[in-house]
Structure formats: C-alpha cells, structure tokens
C-alpha cells in the first residue's frame, strides 16, 4: 500500500530553454529543503500519471547577471550584508527511471514532485515485479530518515536472464572488499532457487590476507549496521561454511599462505595437483612454442595409454600414476630405443621424446609446491561442493605463472562439472579481485584472461558467474566488464571517472562518485534504468589485518617438527620420539613428505601406525631417473592394504 | 491612438488599485510601525492620518521643482547627500513633504544617475526623520537590481516585487491568443 501522503518537494519546471522531455525534467525544490539531492528520489504524479525519476544534476541560482554585480552592490565588501536578500531557487534535473502507465510516451507534465518513499522505490527501480520471487538485496536507498531496501533479480545477477558483477573504486575507500562479502552473504540468505540446486562461492584470494578470515566475525559492530541488516533481512554474521585451499611452499610441508595459525590451519586443505589433474592442461604448463604437433601427439599417446595404465616398456610392465611414474616410464623408453638403437618409438622421434621429457618433468620443480611429485593429490571437493559454502583459494603469495594454472584448472573443473551437473551445485559464483592485475585491457593474453573471459561470456547458462573488482575499471579487457550486467562503483578516484568510460554520467554523478563515504555505492542493474545510490552495512567478518593481529601466522616448521605438530592434531597422543625414529628410517625427506600429506588427507584413527606403513613400504625405493629399476613399481598403495587405514 | 488609449486605461486603473491598496494598508497597518514603500508619488488618504508610515521613492524627474540655480545644487548632489525638505506643487492632491536623494555617485555618468526623489507625509516626523529615512534607502542599495537598465535608482525591494507581478502576469503569447479569441 502507498503512503497516503507523500512529501512534496518541489514542482516540474519546463522552459523553452530547458523543455521536459520523456526521459528528463527539472524541478526545482522548496527554499532550504535539504531533502534533496544528486541521487534522490522522486515521482511527479498528475492524476493518475506518475513519473518516476532519479535527481542526476542539480543547479543554484538567483536573478544576478554576473558577479561583477554583486561587486558593484556591495561596494566590494564582502562582509556586507544586504537587508533585502535575492532570492535563490534550486533547480534539479531528473532522470526518468519509469513511468506509470507507459503508454503513451509524453514528456514529464508540469506536476508537484515527491520525494519518494519505500513503495515508490520499489515501483521507480520495476522491483515490484521481482523482488519477492527473486530479489537480493544490495543495500539500501536512503532519504533522509528514510531507508529502503534496493533489490537486485536474482536472474539478472546469477543467471541466467543476465550475470555478473564487477565493482570498481579506489583502494581503501571503496569498500569493494567489503561489499562483495556483503552481497555474498545477502545472496546466500535470499537466494532461493529450487531447494537442491544449491549455490556455492570460489574466492580466489590475490592479496594479503584479505579474504581468510571470512568465518570470524568482525570487531565492530555498530548499531547502525545493525539496524540496515534488520531492514535487508540478512543475518549479522561471518559465513558459516568457508573451507581454505593453499598450495605448499616449495618445501611441501608448510602451506603457502598467511593462514597457518596453529587453531587455523586444520582449516587449510593443500592445493596439490598430480600427473592427471596437469596433462589437461599442458598448454597452459606448458610454453606455446615448445609443444608442436609431434610434441602433442606424444602428449596425446601418453594421455591416452600410459597414464592410469598399465603398459610394457622394453619388456618391462609399468603403471604410470604420477610424476615419478612418469620418469621413471621416459627412462624406460629412452632405455629401450638406446639399447635397440632405433630413433624412433612407436613413431615418436628420440628428440621429441626427450624434449618432452624434459618439459614435463620440468613441471614439478616449476610448480613446486603446486604440483605433487608422487602420488599425493589434494584438491577442491569435486562432486561434493556444498550449498552455501565458500572455497577459498588463497593465491596470494604465488607466482604468476602458477596463479594462471590455479584459475584455469579450478575454472576448467567447475565449468566441465557444472555442465555435467556432477558438481555438487547448480549455482558457483568465481569472485576475483585485482581484475586489472589479471585480466588487462591492453597487455598479453595469458590462459587466465581467456579463463575469465569464458565465464563472463559464457558462465550464466552454466550457473557460473564472475564476481570481480578492481581500481580502475578502465584497465580491464573491455568484455569482461561489458558483460558484466550489474556494476558497482564506490570512491572514485577522478582521473578514472574522466576516462571515456563514464561519459553517460552528468558531472554532478560523478562529482558525488568522487567523494563516496565509505559503505556508499553506486549500483546499475538491467532493471534500473539509471544508476542508484545506496548504502550497505559493515559485513560482520574479521578484516584480512585483524585476522592476522589476532591468529599471527605460524614460522615455518622444519619437516620433524610438521609431521609431529601435524600427526598431533590428528591424534593429541602422538610421540615425539616415535616420529624422530621414523624420520630418520626413512630414505629421504620427499618420502617423509609424502608419507605426512597422505596420512593427514586420510586422517586414520592411527595417524603414527598409518605414517610408519606409508613410510616403510616405500622405504628404499630409488625413483630419481637413471638409476636401474630391478622391480615393478606401483608406487600407489594399493587400494585393499590391509595395513591401511 | 487606440494604443494610446488603452495604456491611459491600464495607466488609470493602476492608479485606482494603487490608491485603494494604500489607504486599506494604512488603515490596517499604520499602527504597527511598519513602514510602506510606494514606488512612485504617494498616493491614498495618507492625509487623513497624523504621521503616516509612508514613503514614497520617485525615479523620474520629468517635473522640475526649481529655477536653474537651485536645480543646479540639487543635480551637484554627491552620492549620499540629500536636498534639503520642499513641497513639490502643482499637482491636484493634499501635500507632501519631498528631498532628493542621490543614492550612487554620478561621476563620467549623466546628472540624474542614482537620484531619486523621496516622498513622506507631511509632518513634523518626517522633518525629524528625513537623515533616517534616506539611510534606510541607502542601506537597500545592496543588492543591484541588475539587469534592470534603472538599476542605479531601483532599489532592490521594488524591483523584486515586480519580478513577483511580472511572474503572475500572462505571457505575451496567452495574452495574444485571448485577443484573437476575442476579435474572432
Ligand atoms: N559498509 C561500510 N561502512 C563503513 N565502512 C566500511 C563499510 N564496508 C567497509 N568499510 C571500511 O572501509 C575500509 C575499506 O574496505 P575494503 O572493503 O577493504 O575496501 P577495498 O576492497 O575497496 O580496498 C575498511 O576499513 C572497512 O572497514
Ligand atoms: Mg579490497
């Protein structure tokens, strides 16, 4: 129901120098009414004809002619005051958001104008006709006193009508951060699709600590913040359900990410790839100049028939499940054509196979820390992503080159799975931050950027949407942000908003961008004909630099002290000297290793016997290439071990 | 001629309104030490009160008062000098007490730039208060009626009253659509 009485602010003014048209009309409003402003409001309603608008300029004058007049009159003091004061009108041009009927077309009547209250925002931005089926509230419009929730369709923002978000502003004082938590959480109480398709967030995490501490709530909460959560339904609290991914620094032990406080890290899952989850995507591992048709048909071979199977080699049998599998197999081969003295082997040339050799084994000291050696693999939860849960994977603190294998594998997977609908979920939003950092207007194109252009112009049929930010939209490959059918603006920085891309702005917009208060945006939605302003609450998450001041990272633990800290949390009753002894059993240090991560990803009810098995059975085995294998190796215990588990 | 005719009508029925809303002001108002500001002569019964709070500002000077040398001091006026107090004749009303104020300086300008010609009821108070009076147009100097091209003698207050009249008039254009109707 409306309000009966509606505030009046002003009446339509329409010169011939300054006509209505359908799409904009000024007004001006009541002396010292501060009510308005740039962003408001408001409906012009002339019998049943209501016009709905959005205030985008705004004018002061009074009947002076020129400052010089002003001058002469005060005899050029300006501390004069004069005893009969000019009168001062304020004028302000409105954007026309709808009109109410549409038909026909007119320009805006002369008419009182409004300002607006709740059920005028919702009929000025059509959120009538979603907002109960599929509204997500974004924030809230505010006039005065007055706060109303702006909602954004679901469909329009998750798919598949339209998706994306992409948000833009300075650092620090955009709250871009923040907001995209905000909505994330806003998201997760409204969605509702039907209940089992169930909607899940990959974060990457490119910066600091920013985004591990999404389950912890934040230090302030303010009863402001409060009040706007009340009003947008959403519940004040961190995320319930955050799992953290990280990849091992390149000792494998200790996980390469901030989050390694001791109370945290059971938390942190390895990000650690195998032979497998790599060969898909060789040509992003892989240099574009390195792997040429017969590099590739060898890849193929080995793809098709060597990995995950069994094969013979020079009268050997050999299954290759990992890395050192798979040197292992290429010493074989090389072996082979040497003592037969062929330059061929099954039609692949001796130099293709060494080069092959060579950059394929190459990747697991490339990505060190990434990709498992052995038969370690620890990765997302495929199949079995879970509704409302957030993945957070921190790619923070590694190189470049292993950020684009981290996007586009974990993209690939998500994509392929969604497609099959063997994901878990039907819904995954991607958020990325830095946009400018990863996918740049100008600069090379790398298999990340192609990732990241794939969603946005593709992922909403899929359920795969591209949540995204960065400082200076302008700085990002002009689709990604095209497609994107939702954006947000916080503080703007000036040199940015006169770039081309702000043009449809009038100045008094972009003014009122460049001096934002934090917690304020600017959003445009396919549904609002215009952009809106609106404020949004505090998220109630623990900020990356408090998290850090509160859970400080743990040093790096030399590798006895790890499998002890680790095998402990696992079971408390763990003895220091049992695992020194298995330690220094062991042949090497990567077997310790090994041993560690597979026992800590299968959490036995044994943890110390479980390591010791792993650790012996394979104790002695000599896998660097070269040396003479006198035996089969299946290097992956077997599945019906009697002793595992 | 018709033209003519009609601006007398308009002139004279001014004139009559003007008249009616002076003496009904003064019979509501006069006790409450307000002051009116006439834009022109005086005009109204203000002769029937003691000391009526009436002033009256004159930005034409179409009557010359004087012979040629007292005239002469009267246009040697410099910004903020009066005359001293006359009573203007000639004309078919009760009298008034009048002085000229030069209200801007005229220098490089022509003789009757910024002089005005004020008008108060003929009484001991307004020889008693003619200094403070002449202050008070003074003091409305500020702001300029610019673009007004009489901006040097319109004060500020008057010229915003007609901003108001004019604002409440009908355009040119209805005006001319009314006649055609009316011809038609
Ligand atoms: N809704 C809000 N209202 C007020 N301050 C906020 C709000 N959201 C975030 N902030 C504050 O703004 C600052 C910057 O936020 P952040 O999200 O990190 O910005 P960005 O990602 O654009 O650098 C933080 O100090 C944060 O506490
Ligand atoms: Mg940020």
């Known amino acids: ?645 | 001629m018709l033209v003519e005719r009609a601006k007398n009508k308009i002139s004279d029925v001014r004139a009559d309104i003007e008249r009616e809303i002076t003496s009904r002001w003064l019979s509501d108002f006069q006790s409450r030490n307000e002051w009116l500001l006439v834009d022109g002569s005086l005009s109204g019964d203000y002769h029937k009160y003691d000391s009526p709070n009436i002033v009256g500002v004159i930005k034409s000077h179409q009557t010359q008062y004087f012979l040629w040398e007292d005239q002469q001091k009267i246009l040697n006026l410099k910004a903020r000098e009066r005359s001293g107090i006359f009573i203007p004749k000639g004309r078919n009303r009760p009298d008034v007490y009048s002085w000229y104020l030069r209200l801007r300086p005229n220098d490089g300008r022509d003789v009757y730039f910024g002089l005005v010609r004020v008008e108060a009821a003929k009484c001991r108070r307004t020889l008693d208060m003619a200094d403070e009076i002449s202050r008070w147009l003074l003091a409305e100097r500020s702001p300029l009626s610019m673009p007004d091209a009489r901006w040097d003698r319109l004060i500020y207050p008057i010229h915003d009253c007609e901003l108001y009249l004019k604002s409440t008039a009908p355009s040119h254009t209805s005006l001319d659509s009314l006649m055609t109707g009316l011809i038609a």
Request: hydrophobic share 40%.
């Open chain 1, 1 to 645: 129901m409306e309000q009966k009485y509606l505030i009046q602010v002003g009446r339509v003014v329409a010169t011939e120098a300054k006509p209505s048209t359908a799409y904009s009309f000024s007004f001006w409003a009541a002396e010292g009414d501060s009510k308005v402003g740039i962003g408001t409001l408001v409906v012009v309603k002339k019998d049943d004809l209501k016009v709905y608008g959005v205030v985008v300029e705004g004018f002061g004058f009074t009947d002076l002619g020129s400052a010089m007049h002003d001058y002469i009159g005060s005899e050029g003091d300006p501390g004069s005051e004069a005893p009969t004061l000019r009168h001062e009108v304020r004028c302000y041009t409105a954007a026309v958001l709808r009109v109410e009927p549409e038909e026909p077309l007119q320009p805006v009547p002369v008419a009182p104008v409004y300002l607006a209250d709740d059920m005028v925002v919702r009929n000025a931005l059509r959120m009538d006709s979603f907002w109960e089926k599929s509204g997500i509230p974004i924030g809230l419009y505010q006039n005065g006193d007055l706060l109303s929730p702006v909602y954004l369709d679901s469909e329009f923002l998750l798919g598949p009508e339209a998706a994306h978000l992409n948000i833009t502003g300075v650092s620090g004082l955009a709250t871009k951060t923040s907001s995209i938590e905000f909505i994330l959480l806003s998201i997760f109480e409204h969605f509702n699709e039907r209940d089992d398709d169930g909607i899940a967030v990959v974060c990457f995490n490119v910066k600091g600590p920013d985004m591990l501490f999404l389950d912890f709530p934040g230090s302030t909460v303010d009863e402001r913040d409060a009040e706007m959560y009340d009003l947008l339904r959403i519940p004040n609290t961190p995320f319930k359900n955050v799992k953290y991914f990280a990849p091992f620094k390149s000792d494998r032990v200790n996980l390469n990410t901030l989050r390694t406080h001791p109370d945290l890290i059971g938390n942190v899952t390895p990000l650690s790839w195998g032979l497998i989850d790599i060969l898909e995507f060789t040509e992003v591992v892989l240099n574009r100049d390195d792997v040429d048709a017969k590099a590739d048909a060898l890849i193929a071979y080995i793809k098709d028939r060597v990995v995950n199977e069994t094969s013979e080699v020079n009268g050997q049998q050999i299954t290759v499940r990992n890395f050192q599998d798979m040197n292992h197999w290429f010493d074989m081969v090389l072996k082979e054509m040497e003592q037969s003295n062929r330059s061929e082997w099954k039609t692949h040339h001796y130099a293709t196979i060494r080069k092959v050799y060579n950059r394929l084994s190459n990747l697991s000291t490339r990505y060190q820390g990434l990709i498992s050696p052995d038969e370690f693999r620890s990765d997302l939860p495929w199949g079995d992503f879970e509704d409302r849960a957030v993945y957070v994977v921190d790619v923070a603190n590694v190189d470049p080159q292993a950020q684009d294998l981290v996007f586009t594998r974990i993209v690939s997977q998500l994509r392929q799975r969604l497609e099959k609908g063997d994901l878990g979920v039907k819904h995954v939003i991607v958020v990325v931050d830095e946009l400018n950092k990863y996918a740049p207007s100008d600069g090379q194109e790398t298999y990340l950027k192609q990732t990241l252009l794939d969603i946005s112009e593709r992922g909403r049929y899929l359920g795969l949407v591209l949540f995204s930010a960065q400082q200076f939209r302008s700085q990002v490959h002009k689709r990604i942000v095209g497609n994107s059918a939702t954006c947000i603006y916080g503080r703007m920085d000036m040199d940015e908003l006169a770039t081309p891309g702000y043009q449809v702005l009038t100045s008094a917009t972009k003014e009122k961008l460049a001096t934002l208060s934090k917690g304020q945006l600017m959003v445009r939605h396919p549904h609002f004909n215009q952009p809106i302003f609106v404020k949004f609450p505090r998220p109630n998450i623990m900020r990356g630099p408090d998290g850090i001041k509160a859970y400080p990272p743990a040093n790096d633990l030399p590798l006895e002290e790890a499998v002890w800290q680790n095998l402990n949390r696992l079971d408390g009753g763990v003895s220091r000297n049992e695992v020194s002894d298995i330690v220094a059993s062991a042949a090497d240090s990567s077997e310790i290793v090994r041993a560690m991560n597979i026992t800590l990803q299968r959490r036995p009810d044994d943890p110390i016997s479980h390591f010791r098995n792993c650790v012996r059975k394979k104790a002695g085995v000599q896998t660097t290439p070269g040396s003479k294998p006198s035996f089969i190796p299946v290097l992956d215990p077997d599945p019906s071990d009697p002793f595992q588990d």
